[in-house]
């Protein structure tokens, strides 16, 4: 299944679960219908290419039309595992002129992109159109190129014939390469098929399965998904509801008969509050930094393809865009040690933070209480403390005093929550964020001017050829051959900001996300083992807990996504 939508559809089935509990609870708490964090998934390109067919593969939804010709007249929107689905009309239809618009305004809010050809591949105004998105708008990285109706090339979905079409690509996709696109081969209608065929043969039902390239196609979409971190759209709307049932529960949850395990949660939660704000505000941060160096080399590109005008000099712009190179390097390394100084300076802020939370007279009064207490406590605070810190632990009351007499550092360290501090993490930085982005190639002044390795042309011709053409040259000829260029540089520059953003992402992942994401784990299992020593608690409250259980899981499932792929 698409790993989109299965996260989507768990997030709604959760909204369910909470709205009824909240409702069999009695409580007054509203959660909203409304999705502005919804995921769309845009389907544009050829017209009659089979998208409305890859789309009901897809989705194996009935109330998709298909058929030849344009089936598709306007952009029509399917709610499908809480993720919103858009089938745009053909590109380029004489009969329809207006579809180019309306698939342009889907496509502007698109998440994930699918540009659909079929197996004869580019027409020239085909073509145009894609290197308009995946150039002009900037859309290449977010776009998913698939070349559907395989069934009527000559050798079928096959290898040897898709080997052949990525090498008849080459030319319509430069800058790019089918290497670096997002490609998928289909033949939708073979799958189709299978369902019809599924249950007389399903030998044959397998074999058009496997024709149709639908497995290799799912996989490409959830590469581009874990790529993009586009599945962290959705927690926006589960940090909300987690809110809520935190909210639920503590109005719900019955003190107990000891006012220290009571302290000891709220000990528990403070720390668990720091540590969400603390990832929050770096996560942000730090994706602000990558945004706004990826933005000045797209900007930085798009002046000096400026550059390419009639009349202009070799020299002078091989001069200019060494030195716009140059310029964009020194901005991405600027940003990799903003970010590395950003989240050095929040976990040193943290650990003050917590610093402060394990040196109050509140935990120190506590600790106290907890420490002479031990042996008469119940065993799932026990297993707490035990784990908490050294020199706390079922050993006689006479060892956990003297364990006690060296203070907070030498003892009991409630804040301990994890088996190595936010001190220890801040130490470990410069080891776990020493990688760094490196897109640029050796800068080579041969037959043209190259960036990223590559010279900079649409049919192999370099800039300095068009720069030296003869006086009887059709001008129309140089035009054309200028725009091209400047479309090449540009979308270099395009493609090395794209390729910093998505560093940033699993930046983000590595660096924020999975540090704490443990010890956050670890102060949720706490806060829930001391509500389970509360006997007296309500359904409607240990229903809201599990529900709460799956939401955090939820989250930990979309912040850990790669390494869930990996075991799979």
Not at 104 to 129: G, P, R
Not at 192 to 216: P, W
Not at 272 to 287: C, D, F, N
């Amino acid at each position: 299944m698409l790993k989109i939508a299965e996260y989507a559809q768990r997030g709604e089935e959760l909204k369910e679960k909470t709205k009824k509990a909240f409702l069999d609870a009695n409580l007054d708490i509203a959660i909203r219908d409304s999705r502005p964090n919804a995921i769309r998934l845009v389907f544009a390109g050829q017209y009659s290419a089979g998208k409305s067919s890859i789309l009901k593969m897809l989705t194996g939804r009935d109330d998709i039309e298909i058929g030849a010709g344009i089936t598709t007249q306007q952009a029509h929107t399917y709610d499908w595992n809480g993720l919103e689905i858009i089938d745009t009309p053909g590109i380029h239809t004489e009969l329809r002129p207006d579809h180019d618009e309306i698939s342009y305004e889907a496509i502007a809010s698109a998440d994930m992109l699918v540009f659909v050809v079929t197996n004869e591949l580019f027409d020239s105004y085909i073509a145009d159109h894609f290197r308009k998105l995946a150039i002009d708008k900037d859309k290449a990285g977010e776009m998913i190129l698939v070349v559907n109706k395989m069934e009527r090339a000559a050798d079928g979905n096959s290898k040897f014939q898709q080997d052949i079409i990525r090498e008849d690509l080459r030319k319509v996709l430069m800058p790019y390469t089918p290497e670096q696109m997002h490609l998928s081969f289909l033949d939708a209608e073979s799958y189709l098929d299978s369902i019809a065929e599924r249950e007389d043969d399903s030998e044959l039902a397998d074999e058009l399965v496997e024709r149709s390239g639908y497995a290799k196609f799912i996989d490409m979409l959830n590469q581009f998904v874990e790529e993009k971190s586009i599945p962290s759209k959705l927690t926006t709307e589960l940090y909300l509801i987690d809110k809520k049932l935190e909210k639920a529960i503590k109005d719900l949850q019955p003190k107990s008969v000891d006012s220290d395990i009571d302290a000891l949660e709220e000990n528990f939660m403070q720390q668990r509050h720091l540590l969400i704000e603390a990832r929050g505000r770096m996560q942000q941060e730090v994706k602000d930094i990558y945004t706004s160096a990826a933005t000045k080399i797209r900007d930085i590109g798009l002046n000096v393809a400026n550059l390419l005008v009639e009349g202009c000099k070799q020299d002078e712009v091989e001069d200019e865009l060494s030195q716009a190179i140059r310029q964009a390097g020194d901005i991405i390394e600027q940003c990799q040690s903003e970010a590395t100084e950003v989240i050095d300076a929040r976990l040193n802020e943290m650990g003050q933070g917590i610093d402060v939370i394990e040196n109050s007279e509140f935990s120190r009064n506590l600790k106290s209480r907890l420490s002479r207490r031990f042996d008469v406590l119940p065993e799932g605070i026990q297993r707490i403390l035990t784990n908490a810190g050294p020199g706390f632990q079922k050993a006689g009351q006479d060892v956990l005093n003297n364990a006690y007499k060296a203070g907070a550092q030498g003892g009991l360290k409630l804040t301990n929550f994890s088996g190595s501090t936010i001190h220890q993490m801040v130490l470990k930085v410069g080891h776990s964020i020493g990688y760094k982005f490196k897109p640029w190639q050796a800068i080579k002044f041969t037959k043209g001017i190259a960036i990223g390795g590559q010279v900079l042309s649409v049919l192999g011709v370099g800039v300095t050829v068009f720069m030296q053409i003869k006086a009887d040259q059709d001008e129309e000829q140089i035009r054309i051959d200028l725009k091209n260029n400047r479309q090449n540089i540009r979308s270099q520059f395009n493609v090395a900001a794209n390729e910093l953003e998505d560093f940033a992402r699993k930046y983000i992942k590595d660096n924020v996300n999975k540090p704490l994401e443990t010890s956050i784990a670890i102060i949720d299992g706490n806060i829930q083992e001391i509500r389970d020593t509360r006997s007296n608690r309500s359904l409607a409250c240990r229903s809201m807990e599990e529900i709460q259980k799956e939401c955090r899981l939820l989250i930990q499932d979309i912040h850990s996504d790669s390494e869930i792929a990996k075991a799979e």
